[in-house]
């Protein structure tokens, strides 16, 4: 397991909402650009629908960025020539993880100061 260094994971913060529902799906596992429409859409109970053009423009953000790389095809899968397979890549597990610490300190800020102004 390689290691991340911690600066080069902070420079990824913060990540754009796209971007980060891109990686969330790829942790639960390798998956195809419509796999992760689909993924995204069914966890956000519809509430993000994803257009092809902005998950193909966020994923060559990531794949440029290193926190994602194409996979070959995995076995028993559509052998469709033109569907990319897509997998989360070590720093790309340490960035969302870090998100998702940086989103929840957020949140828990958030609260401390509205629970305190409204009474």
């Known amino acids: 397991r390689m290691r ?5 994971v902070e420079a990824l913060l913060p990540l754009q909402p796209a971007e980060f529902h891109i990686l969330i799906a790829l942790s639960a596992g390798e998956a195809h650009g419509y796999g992760i429409i689909t ?7 519809g509430a993000l629908r994803l257009s092809p053009g902005t998950l193909y423009r966020t994923i060559q953000r990531l794949l440029e960025e290193g926190l994602i790389d194409e996979r070959r095809t995995p076995a028993g899968a559509s052998n469709d020539p033109r569907r990319r397979y897509y997998g989360i890549t070590t720093i790309g597990t340490a960035v969302v993880h870090a998100e998702t610490r940086r989103l929840t300190e957020l949140v828990r800020l ?3 100061v509205l629970r305190t102004s409204t009474g």
């Open 4 to 8: 991340v260094d911690p600066s080069e």
């Open 39 to 45: 993924d995204v859409e069914a966890r956000t109970s």
């Open 110 to 112: 958030a609260k401390g």
